[in-house]
């Protein structure tokens, strides 16, 4: 019998493209772990999260860099949140590594294999996504580390503005290819 | 249509699932006398106004809280949004 070796790869193959203002790349191999505050634990919670990652437990629609900057912190709702960071370091695999750091406070679920991540950078990321994303993301309203689930030409998508003119998309890898035509198709039509 | 979320501020109402009157936060208690009365009622009878009506509102596309939004049926002004959650521990629920 033939021996063969399999290789995953990520969801875009590595994707790059630039473009005149606007550059776009997958990023690929993060780990994500949904972790959602039981009714009543808000407060263990706060408490869990500093003690793990040394910042507060962002508010509604902000994100946060752990102490150490590996590691992201959104919270998307009243009780929903999710922490981020880059797979390769934890071969233990992410939901331990995380439940492990937040301690039981926390219900931890590993949901890496479920999102695929696009960054859109540049001086013209905001036009670029300005007829797809629905929110409002001018500077004022949507500054650095904020974050927001909405959805993109249909798609369920997590926005986070990890810089000046710097995004992460986040959407479902089961319509990975879908969503890059959808964003590579706002480039195109805002150019 | 914009619905301004009391968390995560103004959203489109594409991002929303409507179910219908917020009456349905009040679940009737089923060890009542006329239980079987309330239920009917809770289960099919509803207001059908000209004007302001209180309705669920599920941000599915969002945070996937539940909202009771004021809308005005004639208009489609919406003069108030609160969290569902907010509102049931006000009429009584305790968690």
New interface residues.
Partial sequence: MADFTLTAEPFLGRFEQHYDDVKLREIYDVAFVSAAIP??KLTAAKKAVSAAFGVDLPE??MSALSQDSDMRILR???D?AFVIFPRAQHDTGAEPHVADLLGDVFYTTDQSDVWVTLEIAGTGARRALERIC???IAPD?FGIGAT????MEHL?TIIIRNGEDSFLLMSASSSAHSFLHAIETSIANTA | MIINHPLLGPRDAAEFVYLGDAALIDRPDPEAENADEQFYEYGYLRDNPAGAHQELWYHEQGDRSWLVVTRDTLTHEITGVKLARDEAKKRGRNK
């Fill in positions: 009714l009543r509604v629609g998307l709702g009243n929903q629905p929110l409002n309203a927001a689930r909405t959805s369920g």
